[in-house]
């Protein structure tokens, strides 16, 4: 039975792996070929019973998959990735993953490099999300480290700061780490969605006068609907005249510091106490990979973390240990998320990742250049970011703004295109209302494999999805 159980898996692995190459890596990233994946004659008797529910799936890698922050694949990225599934090892001793330690620790040091800082700490995150939560809780063990070993009982109200549009996981950071979202303070924004530094100083003052003790501003650089970046040396002089602890949520553009041309959008990140970025976005590295960086010299991640388990963290082993970085995360299984990265910049190196930025804004520019030619599209504001917003007006209510059931029409029309792009799999394209404006478009301009044919091709289906609505 052994002999043909081995024959068996081999079988399978084979096939697995024709359609990973066959229909994920080449027709998924071929236009001709829809967005939506559906493989379609089944090779074998195992995959007959159970191919849709297998592999039916948006194929995030094709050049029409606009839908969220993530897109595209890179090559490198991806051979990593499969290398470090392969070998299934875990990034908590060095005993088990001695290179991939010191990977880590290389990989980190080049982000926080082109953060500004020559020192500091950090860890690969599972998302940004989670990121967010480990600056909260940084922030808090700094001010009240007693709350580790005896909890929220003696702290007093403690509020954190962050823009209307920054990212939810603020919210659910303070609802996890026991701070509440109640106590999640809210700033004001520009029209482009930018935190306003005069209202984020008097919500300060407000808070403390109400007897809160203020924790941390979170700013964000590049937000998720719109992409602003907010004003992070004015929101820097703010913390350091209320010496609160400054985090930049810059999981979507902190990709920018690579690009010479566009890094002056995060201009005083350096002033940050921490950094969570994600190299897994508009890096297109895979998911997932995201960073936490910290400028922290005093090794806070793992006074804060630690646990001190004696059978995994041993302090007579034969080598540094301090190269067994598990006690600083709040997990103890973690994957190796730094090869992928290492590896794709290795092959590419930091001009070639700076051109893939530069290349996505390029994008974006002449994709409102052409939206500005044609009529019905209208744009939310100029885009900072590669986050291009914008409404689609049927020729139906063009020109009827001033009727009263105007804007509940409008807001029908996004939700109606996209249920109709995805039906006929040609691309897929996020949409949502913001504060007091109907559902619109957001456009997200950033996949490698973007060509200026990609962008009229979008505008063209758009017109063609919504023409009779």
Sequence with gaps: AAPLQRFAGQLFLNEAFKIIVEEVLCKGTDVKQKVLFVSGKSRSSWLSSRQVRLLFSFLSGHPRFFNQLFAGVDYHA???????????????TYEVA????????????????????????????????????????????????????????????????????????????????????????????????????????????????????PLLVSC???????????????????CEKHKLWMHVDAAWGGSVLFSKQHRHLMKGV????????????????????????????????????????????????????????????IQCSRKVDCVKLWLMWKAVGSSG??????????????????????????????????????????????GKEGNKDYQDRLAKVAPVIKERMIKEGTMMVGYQPLGNKVNFFRMVVFSPLLSQKDMDFFLDEIERLGKDL
């Design 78 to 92: 991806l051979a990593g990735r499969f290398l470090t599934e392969a070998l299934n090892t875990n990034l908590y």
């Design 98 to 213: 001695p290179v991939f330690v010191l990977m880590e620790l290389e990989v980190l040091r080049g982000l926080r490099q082109l953060v500004g800082w020559t020192e500091g700490d950090g860890l690969f995150c599972p998302g940004g999300s989670i990121s967010n939560m480990y600056a909260m809780n940084l922030a808090r063990y700094q001010l009240f480290p007693e709350v580790k070993s005896q909890g929220l009982w003696g702290l007093p109200r403690l509020t954190i700061f962050t823009s209307i549009e920054s990212h939810y996981s603020v919210k659910k950071g303070a609802a996890f780490l026991g701070i509440g979202t109640d106590n999640i303070i809210l700033v004001k924004v520009d029209d482009g969605g930018r935190m306003i530094p005069e209202d984020l100083d008097e919500k300060i003052k407000l808070a403390k006068s109400q007897g809160a003790v």
């Design 220 to 238: 964000t650089a590049g937000t998720t609907v719109q992409g602003a970046f907010d004003p992070l040396d004015h929101i820097a002089d703010v």
């Design 270 to 329: 350096e002033r940050a106490n921490s950094v969570a970025w994600n190299p897994h976005k508009m890096l297109t590295a895979g998911l997932q990979c995201s960073a936490l960086l910290l400028q922290d010299t005093t090794n806070l991640l793992k006074k804060c973390h630690s646990a001190n388990a004696t059978y995994l963290f041993q302090q007579d082993k034969f080598y540094d240990v301090n190269l067994d970085l598990g006690d600083k995360s």
């Design 353 to 398: 990742l700076a051109k893939r930025v530069d290349r996505a804004f390029v994008h974006a520019r002449y994709l409102v250049e052409q939206m500005k030619k044609r009529e019905g599209f209208h744009l939310l504001h100029e885009p900072e970011f590669v986050n291009v917003c914008f409404w689609f007006i049927p020729p139906s209510i063009r």
